[in-house]
């Protein structure tokens, strides 16, 4: 049973650039979160997708987008990038049965520079 | 809103030793209360949960976490540690009523002395 799994597993951008981080959420799961995780800190909710409709949104900037696919796999978007833009981002994926359990993925190593 | 508080950023600890890493939450809703555990170049491995029932909660490796609502807090412990327990943990709280989100504390880095 494979479990939350994302890709790639590094990645490095200029400043300015756009970026697309991709996600496959366990099997059996249909929800899909976005974290970032900045050195040294929590992650940070940034928003959950459910039905390929954003459901909820953190404290975010427009530069954030997502999108979900009827295969429930999801993608992260990010334009614009900036120096505070990297981060670890991470994945999470849950049921509708058992929404408050999160699976999280490796995550992705954004450095902008 | 939802807020977790993990009081220390750094335990040093020796093997075989117990150790606490401190949580306290705030919410204005019915709460559910994670520990996640990351190590080095990884994502996070949910380590324990408490949704409801029993205030005490324990996972495969010996730790557990005790829900106490009237001090808001949700600690981690174990009786004794081992070399494979360093890694940073993190207590996070929901989703609740009305919100998907977890919410994390800033983590605990957990470092096992030989």
């Known amino acids: 049973d494979a479990g939350v799994t994302q890709s790639p597993t590094h990645l490095i951008k200029t400043r300015g650039q756009q970026v697309t981080l991709r996600c496959s959420p366990k099997?059996?799961?249909?929800?899909v979160s976005w974290y970032q995780q900045a050195l040294g800190q929590g992650p940070q909710f940034i928003f959950q997708?459910?039905?390929?409709?954003?459901?909820q949104r953190g404290n975010f900037p427009d530069r954030f987008s997502g999108h979900q696919f009827p295969n429930y796999s999801s993608e992260l978007n990010v334009n614009a990038l900036l120096l505070g833009d990297s981060a670890l981002y991470l994945c999470?994926?849950?049921?509708?049965?058992?929404?408050?359990?999160?699976?999280f993925g490796p995550g992705t190593r954004l450095t902008v520079t | 809103a939802q807020s977790v508080t993990q009081l220390d950023s750094q335990v040093p600890v020796f093997e075989e030793a117990p150790v606490e890493l401190r949580c306290n939450y705030s919410?204005?809703?019915?709460?559910?209360l994670f520990w996640y555990v990351q190590y080095p170049n990884q994502g996070l491995q949910l380590l324990l949960k408490?949704?409801?029932?029993?205030?005490l909660v324990e996972s495969i490796n010996g730790f557990e976490a005790e829900f106490n609502k009237s001090q808001t807090s949700f600690h981690l412990r174990k009786p004794s540690v081992h070399i494979s327990d360093t890694a940073e943990y993190f207590c996070?709280?929901?989703?609740?009523?009305?919100?998907?989100?977890?919410?994390f504390g800033k983590g605990t880095k957990l470092s096992v002395i030989p």
């Open positions: 997708y459910y039905e390929e409709e954003e459901r």
């Open positions: 408490y949704l409801s029932g029993s205030t």
């Open positions: 099997s059996g799961h249909d929800t």
């Open positions: 999470a994926s849950s049921s509708r049965l058992e929404a408050y359990e999160q699976y």
């Open positions: 996070a709280v929901g989703p609740g009523a009305g919100s998907y989100q977890l919410t």
């Open positions: 919410s204005s809703v019915s709460v559910y």
